[in-house]
Each structure stands twice: as C-alpha cells, then as structure tokens.
C-alpha cells in the first residue's frame, strides 16, 4: 500500500488536487495502485485553523507518507502576518522537515502543443529538458537575514546566500545521476565571477564531473 498525503493548502491548491486526486482514484481502480489518501493542512488554510503555517500533525503524518500532493500556498489575506506566521513558512518547513533537497521540472514541449509555444518552432522543436533546482541551502535559508536600520536613518534589507560543500555535492550528484538516465549532458548554472558562494559551487561540480565519465 501507498500512502499519500494530500495537502491543497491555499488559492487554486484545493482546485488542482481536487482534480489530480480524481485521476488519482480512477488509476488506482483501474490498475489495482492500492493507495492510501489522508488530507492535512498547510499554509493559509492551516494559520486560519491552528494558527500556524505548518501544524506538528501535518509534518508528522507527512513524514510517515510515502509522497505528498501538495497544490499551493499563500494569498493577499495573509499577507500583513508576521514573516514567522507567514504561509510560505509551511513549505519552508516541509521542505527542511523532510530534508527535500531537490526540485525537478521537466520542461517538454509536445508537437501538438508547439504552436502554443511563444518561440519560433524550429527554435523550440524536440525541447526536452529537466531543471534540477536544490531547495534547502541557498538564500531561502540563509542567516543573518531581516531588515535594519543604518545610522543615517535609511532601512535596509539584506539576505545572506550559503551553501556548504556537501549540500552542493548533494544536488550535483544527483543531477548526474539523473542525466545517465536522459542525454547524458549536465549543465551547472552559477556566477562564479561575482558570487563566492558560487565559486565554490562550480569547484564540487568540477570535482564531481570525473565521477561520471559518461556525462
């Protein structure tokens, strides 16, 4: 048996796993999937019922679940909370709860899609890419951050962007890894000529490279 949580969270978040759940269902019945489904709330929805973004229940039953379906969060109404109460924080806080490392978005463009495409066919034929995103080090997560106030009165606002060897070395190895299983090819994006962080962030994947000679 599988089990999956559902967490619609906030805006169109109900609507859309409303939907998936249905398709869900109907693959289940069809091809005998034995899944399991609880619902639990996060965001918006969960401030408005136990006032905060990210109930100790909801990460519990989410780390006893083998996947999670989450939709959205966040809106306007929450939007003068405290940054601590804030509905972003429920998804900080899964991610960092569950040691969610890595996001992966596929972007693939399908023939009968192409002429909804803003960029030339010819230019945007056979597009077939996956974007792997790392989600818990970085300058979401970085401290000091928050707003001050200099000695001539002027506020300002600042972030700190931090990632430790492993972390990068993390992320990396799984977009190699990922890339054995599709072209073969990897791509590092970083601005290692301004940023220190990402000066280190191109030297473990320079590091990682040889490990995957096929890439």
């Given amino acids: 048996m599988m089990n999956i949580l559902v967490l619609p969270g906030d ?5 859309v796993t409303t939907e998936a759940v249905r398709v869900l269902r109907v693959a ?37 679940a083998d996947a999670i379906l989450l ?6 109404r929450w939007d003068k909370l405290e940054r601590a ?3 972003e924080k429920g998804l900080l806080g899964i991610r960092s709860g569950l040691g969610l490392f890595a996001n992966l978005r596929p972007a693939i463009l399908y023939p009968q899609l192409a002429a909804a495409s803003a960029l030339k066919a010819e230019v945007v034929a056979g597009l077939d890419i996956l974007i792997v995103r790392e989600l818990t080090g970085g300058i979401y997560f970085g401290e000091p951050r928050g707003i001050r106030t200099l000695p001539n009165g002027e506020r300002q606002g600042f972030n700190t962007d931090v990632y430790s060897e ?3 070395r993390r992320i990396g ?3 190699f890894e990922l890339a054995r299983k599709r072209g073969h090819r990897v791509c590092s994006v970083d601005k290692a000529n301004v940023l220190e962080v990402t000066v280190l962030w191109r030297e473990v994947m320079e ?9």
């Fill in 173 to 175: 190895r799984l977009a």
């Fill in 11 to 15: 805006g169109i978040g109900p609507e």
């Fill in 71 to 76: 939709g959205a969060v966040g809106g306007p």
């Fill in 207 to 215: 590091q990682l490279a040889p490990e995957f000679p096929d890439v």
């Fill in 166 to 168: 492993s972390e990068i």
């Fill in 28 to 64: 289940d019945q069809r091809f005998g999937l034995d899944v399991e489904l609880q619902t639990g709330l996060i965001g918006g929805a969960a401030i408005d019922a136990h006032g905060t973004p990210l109930p100790d229940e909801t990460l519990a039953v989410a780390r006893a």
């Fill in 85 to 87: 109460l804030r509905p």
